[in-house]
């Protein structure tokens, strides 16, 4: 039987990437997206997988949705909390709507998702959790203090989940991507691009594909030793000890 897998934000840039990669490599994949109707449906269309359409920082529409998955889909054994935003602003001038925005879709998220589908993994004794954080929540990054915020609870959330769930076979991981050539990304200004990408050794931003494949080697029956861990993959622009 085909493993089930969910992927938050997955209709576009790095989710779409991984819905696909997931897609090809045999999963089932389910793809939740927040409004985006034209990129999901094409996406459904193009790869053959299902889309539900939830805001992941809502507790109930999340409940709902997975109910929904695991109705139309099945039991999902493989979690990928990749959706995110970014809100930014220095500090100074941050407003407390851009911080809430940010803490809920990209934090709270990973209570409201996982929380649904842990007690399922624990029964059947088998699951993958996959986070999406970023370079920026390990090194910090001005104008970000939102987003560096939650992308580092991230990686606290998954060193306590591994913890608490490695005995029932089910492996909770953080991948910490670096400049991604997304949308995400491309909204950044061209000055203060080409002012990043001089900054990156490999001398380029990463590619969307190159996260999924990381997601692919973690998602693996073969990977069940690895847990609690932080992948980064970030073409050695940030090396963390
Ligand atoms: P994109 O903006 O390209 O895509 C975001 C996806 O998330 C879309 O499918 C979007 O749905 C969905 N989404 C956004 N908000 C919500 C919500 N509230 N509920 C449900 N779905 C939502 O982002 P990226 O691909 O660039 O980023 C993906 C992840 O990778 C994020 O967590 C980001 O922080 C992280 N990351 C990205 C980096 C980069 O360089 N791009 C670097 C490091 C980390 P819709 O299409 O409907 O809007």
Redesign the pocket.
């Known amino acids: 039987m085909a493993r089930v897998a969910l992927v938050?934000?997955?209709?576009?840039?790095?989710?779409?990437a991984i819905s696909e990669k997931l897609a090809k490599s045999g999963y089932k994949v389910a793809a939740?997206?927040?409004?985006?109707d034209k990129?999901?449906n094409e996406l459904a269309k193009s790869v053959k997988i299902d889309v539900f359409?939830?805001?992941?920082?809502d507790w109930e529409a999340c409940q709902a949705g997975i109910r929904r998955v695991e109705d139309e889909v099945g039991p999902i054994d493989v979690l990928v909390n990749?959706?995110?935003?970014?809100r930014d602003a220095v500090f100074h001038r941050m407003n407390v709507d851009q911080w809430r925005e940010v803490i809920r879709?990209?934090l709270d998220?990973l209570f409201y998702v996982t929380r649904p589908v842990i007690e399922g993994m624990r029964t059947r004794g088998f699951g993958r959790i996959i986070n999406?954080?970023?370079?920026?929540g390990q090194k910090g990054q001005s104008g970000q203090a939102n987003?560096s915020a939650a992308?580092a609870g991230m990686i606290g959330f998954t060193k306590a989940l591994a913890q608490e769930n490695a005995n029932k076979g089910i492996t909770v991981n953080c991948i910490?991507?670096?400049?991604?050539?997304?949308?995400?990304?491309q909204a950044v200004p061209e000055q203060v691009l080409n002012k990043i990408i001089s900054t990156i050794p490999t001398g380029r931003?990463?590619k969307?594909t190159e996260?999924a494949d990381a997601v692919a080697f973690l998602a693996a029956d073969s990977s069940a030793f690895i847990t609690g861990s932080t992948l980064t993959v970030n073409g050695a622009q940030y090396i963390s000890g």
């Not at 938050?8 to 779409?16: C, E, L, P």
């Not at 990749?82 to 970014?86: E, H, K, L, V």
């Not at 999406?132 to 920026?136: A, E, F, M, R, T």
């Open positions: 938050t934000g997955g209709t576009r840039g790095i989710g779409k939740n997206y927040a409004g985006n990129a999901a359409k939830w805001d992941v920082g990749n959706a995110g935003i970014t879709v990209d998220s999406i954080s970023s370079i920026n987003y992308k910490a991507p670096g400049y991604i050539d997304t949308e995400m990304v931003l990463g969307a996260i």
